[in-house]
């Protein structure tokens, strides 16, 4: 079992950053993938990045490819999300999800309750 808490989420410009952070509670933080998806009012939660057990390797959908970056530190039990050059259309409840490799939310088995992150132009 794996308990997960998101926070960092709040308000920002369109440009400006926030940094997400995901705690996880239980001893087999390290041996899952981490992911972060995000889900915005009417919509479909989609995929936004994962990363590795060991965090050698990540991966990004092309909406947020080269302005946010996903990073983990094991011994802390935390997965963060960096998010720069941030953008309205950023604006959603974003959840990290811990589970296997994927961009599929269905191969996530364990989930945080989401943190608001709002984007104003």
């Known amino acids: 079992q794996v308990q997960l808490v998101e926070s960092g989420g709040g308000w920002a410009q369109a440009g400006g950053s926030l940094r997400l952070s995901c705690a996880a509670s239980?001893?087999?933080?390290?041996?899952?993938?981490m992911g972060w998806f995000r889900q915005a009012p009417g919509k479909e939660r989609e995929f936004v990045a994962f990363?590795?057990?060991?965090?050698?390797?990540?991966y990004y959908s092309d909406s947020v490819k080269g302005r946010f970056t996903i990073s983990r530190d094991n011994a802390k039990n935390t997965v963060y999300l960096q998010m720069n050059s941030l953008k309205p259309e950023d604006t959603a409840v974003y959840y990290c999800?811990?589970?296997?490799?994927?961009?599929?939310?269905?191969?996530?088995?364990?989930w945080g309750q989401g943190t608001q992150v709002t984007v104003s132009s």
């Open positions: 239980g001893r087999a933080f390290s041996s899952y993938a």
């Open positions: 999800a811990a589970g296997a490799v994927a961009t599929t939310s269905s191969e996530y088995g364990f």
């Open positions: 990363i590795n057990w060991s965090g050698r390797s990540t």
